[in-house]
């Protein structure tokens, strides 16, 4: 598995934009799929966007749809997620997650995945 470390986040005004990144540590980063969840207080962690191993599948929730962009270079053994638009209602902490995968596969559920970050705080005032 993967160590994960997720970078980014702040405070943004409502209409902003932020991108943040998530950065794997070890060899074996381009055989995972990886996942943006979020969690804001008092809520249960909620799929965001995900990835492909290859980046040539992904899929967002509705609410990232048209919004959001899920990214990941390889090279650089990190996954970003561009987050233009925000919303006081995007407030949460922002976690990323991988999964060893077949190549084209992505995953949503929070089981699937043995390797989390730490989180991100984003925070968009109104």
């Known amino acids: 598995q993967v160590q994960l470390v997720e970078s980014g986040g702040g405070l943004v005004q409502n209409g902003g934009s932020l991108r943040l990144s998530c950065a794997a540590s070890?060899?074996?980063?381009?055989?995972?799929?990886m996942t943006w969840f979020r969690q804001a207080p008092g809520t249960e962690r909620e799929f965001v966007a995900a990835?492909?191993?290859?980046?040539?599948?992904?899929e967002y929730t509705d609410f990232a749809k048209g919004r959001f962009t899920i990214s990941r270079d390889n090279a650089k053994n990190t996954v970003y997620l561009q987050m233009n638009s925000l919303k006081p209602e995007d407030t949460a902490v922002y976690y990323c997650?991988?999964?060893?995968?077949?190549?084209?596969?992505?995953?949503?559920?929070?089981?699937?995945?043995?390797?989390w970050g730490q989180g991100t705080q984003v925070t968009v005032s109104s």
């Open positions: 990835i492909s191993r290859s980046g040539e599948t992904t």
């Open positions: 070890g060899r074996t980063f381009r055989l995972h799929a």
């Open positions: 997650a991988g999964s060893l995968a077949p190549l084209n596969n992505v995953y949503k559920l929070r089981d699937d995945f043995a390797s």
